[in-house]
């Protein structure tokens, strides 16, 4: 089974990229509805409508709201239910879920974790020294050809397995909390 970081940023795409078109990603295996709102942020949402899980890329986009293309529910940018066709109540269950999103470095972000945790302070500064595809080549023929002597290791090359660990330590910490939740419904009915 594939074990994903929730609590974590999430690359998108460019910003530049977004427009008002609605467009589904997805990202952790979950499928997101995203686009430019009217004033400029990106929207990130739940990408199946909570009725009967029509995908709301296919929906329409009214202002800043997506109306779902198949019986019409509508939600706005917080994920919230706007309208419901053929009655007057919007029932509580009636909502999507409203990813955090984040440009920076002119890089859409998206938060798949617990809202209150997104920060997008956590967003990493770009590399000082980028390991572009030309250096990876050069090196990699190097190694393949004949060496007198091994090659040296320094302190930076324990990062990846620091991260490594990190990240192994940040999905057992999730996967614990997870077993402490209660399980979910399959089916919520409401009139
Ligand atoms: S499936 Fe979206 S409103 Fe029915």
């Known amino acids: 089974m594939i074990q994903f970081i929730k609590n974590a940023w999430y690359v998108a795409g460019f910003t530049r990229e977004f427009d008002e078109q609605l467009r589904r990603f997805t990202i952790l295996d979950e499928h997101i ?23 709301l890329s296919k929906g329409k986009r009214i202002g800043d709201t997506v109306q779902c ?7 706005d940018c917080s994920g919230k239910c ?9 029932p509580a269950s009636a909502y999507v879920h409203a990813y955090p999103t984040h440009s920076r470095h002119g890089i859409t972000w998206v938060w ?16 000082e020294f980028a390991e572009d595809k030309e250096i990876l080549e050069a090196v990699q023929e190097e190694e393949a050809r004949p ?3 091994r090659p040296i290791r320094i302190a930076i090359d324990k990062a990846p397995l620091v991260y490594r660990k990190r990240i192994n330590d940040l999905l057992e910490l999730e996967r614990t909390e997870d077993l402490a939740s209660d399980p979910s419904p399959a089916f919520v009915y409401h009139d």
């Open 112 to 127: 798949m974790g617990d809202v209150d945790k997104a920060d997008p302070g956590q967003i990493f500064d770009l590399p």
């Open 33 to 55: 509805v995203m686009f430019r709102r009217s004033d400029g942020q990106i929207a990130a949402l739940d990408g199946r409508c909570p009725h009967r899980l029509l995908p």
């Open 147 to 149: 060496q007198k002597r």
């Open 69 to 75: 293309g198949y019986h019409g529910l509508t939600f």
């Open 82 to 90: 706007t309208r419901v066709p053929g009655q007057d109540n919007l």
